[in-house]
Nanobody
């Protein structure tokens, strides 16, 4: 059974940092790109960053230079280090397999997400 479990969100002041984690299972993790998505209130889910099986990354323009994705294929984990957070980063963050060109490969298996709130 495919499963994604996101964690690490919270309330942070503008300019602060958070590190999100995603534990994936039920598929051959090391063979797939992984992506982080976010969904802000009243908006559609959007791609934030993709990281290939070999660690090549693609970042949305809105997060370039502030967010850094990484992965540990031995642990089936993907991470998102978020620095210089802005109020507009407030959203629920999700992970899924797949990259920028494929989209989410398991669209019926979204996790519960992790809430990130950036506010003073």
């Amino acid at each position: 059974q495919v499963q994604f479990v996101e964690s690490g969100g919270g309330l942070v002041q503008p300019g602060g940092s958070l590190r999100l984690s995603c534990a994936a299972s039920g598929f051959t993790f090391s063979s797939y790109s992984m992506s982080w998505y976010r969904q802000a209130p009243g908006k559609e889910r959007e791609l934030v960053v993709s990281i290939s099986s070999g660690g090549i990354t693609y970042y949305a323009d809105s997060v370039k230079g502030r967010f850094t994705a990484s992965r540990d294929n031995a642990k089936n984990m993907v991470y998102l280090q978020m620095n210089s957070l802005k109020p507009e980063d407030t959203a629920v963050f999700y992970c899924n397999a797949g990259g920028r060109n494929t989209g989410a490969l398991y669209p019926f298996y979204w996790g519960q997400g992790t809430q990130v709130t950036v506010s003073s």
